[in-house]
Structures are given as structure tokens and as C-alpha cells.
């Protein structure tokens, strides 16, 4: 279904939002996790924050399908399990894994980020349950196969690598260490780097633009990171291995 008028004038002003906001990014780093800044105003614990900014998308995303019936094993079906399957581990499994104790992050951040996640979870909601038509062959099509090889290999790298990371901390410690395994081998953010796989790939598998839009908020949000982190890393540890590239093995 092409869908009507309203709604990719809404996407097309999402995505300049997008742009606009990763710019902001490349400016001012963000103050959660490593930046976090008393001078955002009061404060929320970390784990909480990510618990709530996080379960935004799900509660945004299940209001709007909730009343549609799904065929599981349909094209749209899969799609939508797809996106369960990566907020259901964002939103109940990893604020409960990250090693945080003690550790907060502005409210104020918390809140823009339920904003942009509850727009997000929205917007994709509103394509499956009301414009999404996939005809049943669309398994086989190159943009499918493609965007599904991305996403589950995104997937993989992303929890695989923060996995490390929350590792890389005993129980208690809040410090940090110079990540040693994984694609960390080549990389400074290869959690990032999964990230930005599975919403690539999501994008195409879906050829939506819900799913392109949050492909470009993904990447306003997280190449403004990857340079901090890289950054940051160079300056608090001298040894820091100078082969390490940013976001590209080999590349950058
Ligand atoms: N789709 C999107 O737009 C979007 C946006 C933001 C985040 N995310 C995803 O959310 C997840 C978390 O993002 P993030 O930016 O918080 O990731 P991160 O900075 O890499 O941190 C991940 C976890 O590991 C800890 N950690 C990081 N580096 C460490 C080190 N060198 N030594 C010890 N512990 C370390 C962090 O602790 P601290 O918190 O104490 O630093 C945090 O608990 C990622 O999977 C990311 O892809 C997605």
C-alpha cells in the first residue's frame, strides 16, 4: 500500500528532525553513561533510566499493533517479532545486566530519550498495523534476505559486545578498562557499530521509511558517540592500542 500523504510528510520532517539532532550531537556529547554531567539538572539512576526510557518503545510500539491480528509466520509478522525481539532484551534484560551501581544520568535526558522512543515505537506501530503489505514471496526478495542477514549480524555484534563490556566490571567496580575481545580487537564501539547493522538492515528488509527514519536517527545518534568514545578512550589511557579504529574495522 502506498501510504497516504499525511504520513511521509510527517516521516519526511522526522528524518530533517534527525539530521538536525545528529549535528547538534557532533557539538555537544550527550550526558549519559561515561559524559554523564551533574549540570543537566536532577538526576535518576542509571539502570532506571535506561529501564524506562527504553520500555517507551515497547509500550508505543505494542499499543499500536495490539488490536491487530497477526500472522506470526507473514512477512509483517516476522518483522514485528524482530523488532520484539530486540526491545524486549533492550527494555527487561540489559538494565538489569549493566554493572552500575551508584551511577545516574540527567533526567532530563532520560525524558528526551522516552520522547524520541515513544515518536519511534509510534510511527513503525502505525506501518504495521495500518499501511504495511508485504506479499507472501517477500522472504525471497534480495532487500529481505539482505536486511535479515544485517540485522541478525548487527544483533549478534551488539549484544556480543556489550556483553564484554558489562564484563569488563566486577560486581560493585563502576571504573572502566580497555576492552580487549571481540570486534573491540578493531574497533573502539563495536557495540555501536551493531546497532547502526540492525537498523540498516531493518530498513531494508522492511523498505519502510518508519524503518529508514530511525535507521537515520540511529546513526545521528550513535556516529557522535563513536567519536567521543573513541576520543575519550585515546585521552584516558595512554596505551590505548593505536591501531584501534573508530567504528570500521581496517577503515575508520
Ligand atoms: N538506537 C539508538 O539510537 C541507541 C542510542 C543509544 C544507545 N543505544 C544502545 O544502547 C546500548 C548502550 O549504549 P551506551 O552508549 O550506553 O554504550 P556504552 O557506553 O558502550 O556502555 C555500555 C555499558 O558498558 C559499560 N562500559 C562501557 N565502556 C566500558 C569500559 N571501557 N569499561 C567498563 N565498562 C564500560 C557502560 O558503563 P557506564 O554507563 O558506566 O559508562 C555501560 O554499562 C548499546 O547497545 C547501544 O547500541 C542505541
Same mark, same amino acid.
Given at each position: 500500500?502506498?501510504?497516504?500523504?499525511? %504520513?511521509?510528510?510527517?516521516?519526511?520532517?522526522?528524518? &530533517?528532525?534527525?539530521?538536525?539532532?545528529?549535528?547538534?550531537?557532533?557539538?555537544?556529547?550527550?550526558?549519559?553513561?561515561? /559524559?554523564?554531567?551533574?549540570?543537566?539538572?536532577?538526576?535518576?539512576?542509571? $539502570?532506571?533510566?535506561?529501564?524506562?526510557?527504553?520500555?517507551?518503545?515497547?509500550?508505543?510500539?505494542?499499543?499500536?499493533?495490539?488490536? !491487530?491480528?497477526?500472522?506470526? +509466520?507473514?512477512?509483517?509478522?516476522?518483522? @514485528?517479532? =524482530?523488532?520484539?525481539?530486540?526491545?524486549?532484551?533492550?527494555? =527487561? @534484560? %540489559?538494565?538489569?545486566?549493566?554493572?552500575?551501581?551508584?551511577?545516574?544520568?540527567?533526567?532530563?535526558?532520560?525524558?528526551?530519550?522516552?520522547?524520541?522512543?515513544?515518536?519511534?515505537?509510534?510511527?513503525?506501530?502505525?506501518? /504495521?498495523?495500518?499501511?504495511?503489505?508485504?506479499?507472501?514471496?517477500?522472504? !525471497?526478495?534480495?532487500?529481505?534476505?539482505?536486511? &535479515? &542477514?544485517?540485522?541478525?549480524?548487527?544483533?549478534?555484534i551488539n549484544?556480543q559486545s556489550?556483553?564484554?563490556?558489562?564484563?569488563? $566490571?566486577?560486581?560493585?567496580?563502576?571504573?572502566?578498562?580497555?576492552?580487549?575481545?571481540g570486534l573491540f +580487537?578493531y574497533v573502539s564501539s563495536p557495540n555501536l557499530l551493531g546497532?547502526?547493522?540492525?537498523?540498516?538492515?531493518?530498513?531494508? *528488509?522492511?523498505?519502510?521509511?518508519?524503518?529508514?527514519? /530511525?535507521? @537515520?536517527?540511529?546513526?545521528?545518534?550513535?556516529?557522535? !558517540?563513536? *567519536?567521543?568514545?573513541?576520543?575519550?578512550? +585515546?585521552?584516558?589511557?595512554?596505551?590505548?592500542?593505536?591501531?584501534?579504529? +573508530?567504528l570500521?574495522?581496517?577503515?575508520?
Amino acid at each position: 500500500m502506498v501510504p497516504p500523504k499525511w %504520513y511521509v510528510i510527517v516521516m519526511i520532517c522526522w528524518i &530533517a528532525v534527525g539530521i538536525g539532532a545528529g549535528s547538534y550531537l557532533l557539538r555537544q556529547e550527550a550526558p549519559y553513561g561515561r /559524559f554523564s554531567n551533574k549540570k543537566w539538572g536532577p538526576m535518576i539512576s542509571n $539502570r532506571w533510566g535506561w529501564f524506562l526510557m527504553e520500555a517507551a518503545v515497547l509500550a508505543a510500539f505494542a499499543s499500536r499493533i495490539a488490536f !491487530r491480528q497477526f500472522n506470526w +509466520k507473514s512477512p509483517s509478522g516476522i518483522m @514485528v517479532a =524482530l523488532f520484539f525481539v530486540h526491545y524486549v532484551h533492550r527494555s =527487561l @534484560v %540489559y538494565p538489569f545486566m549493566i554493572r552500575t551501581r551508584g551511577k545516574r544520568m540527567p533526567i532530563v535526558i532520560m525524558l528526551s530519550a522516552i520522547l524520541f522512543n515513544t515518536v519511534n515505537g509510534s510511527l513503525l506501530g502505525i506501518w /504495521f498495523a495500518r499501511l504495511a503489505f508485504y506479499p507472501a514471496d517477500w522472504f !525471497r526478495s534480495p532487500l529481505f534476505v539482505t536486511g &535479515a &542477514a544485517l540485522f541478525i549480524g548487527g544483533l549478534a555484534i551488539n549484544w556480543q559486545s556489550d556483553y564484554i563490556l558489562i564484563h569488563l $566490571r566486577k560486581k560493585g567496580e563502576t571504573g572502566y578498562k580497555i576492552p580487549q575481545s571481540g570486534l573491540f +580487537k578493531y574497533v573502539s564501539s563495536p557495540n555501536l557499530l551493531g546497532e547502526i547493522l540492525e537498523w540498516g538492515g531493518y530498513a531494508l *528488509l522492511t523498505w519502510s521509511l518508519p524503518a529508514l527514519a /530511525f535507521f @537515520v536517527w540511529t546513526c545521528a545518534n550513535l556516529i557522535p !558517540r563513536v *567519536l567521543s568514545n573513541h576520543r575519550w578512550y +585515546k585521552q584516558h589511557f595512554p596505551d590505548y592500542p593505536p591501531d584501534r579504529k +573508530k567504528l570500521l574495522p581496517l577503515i575508520w
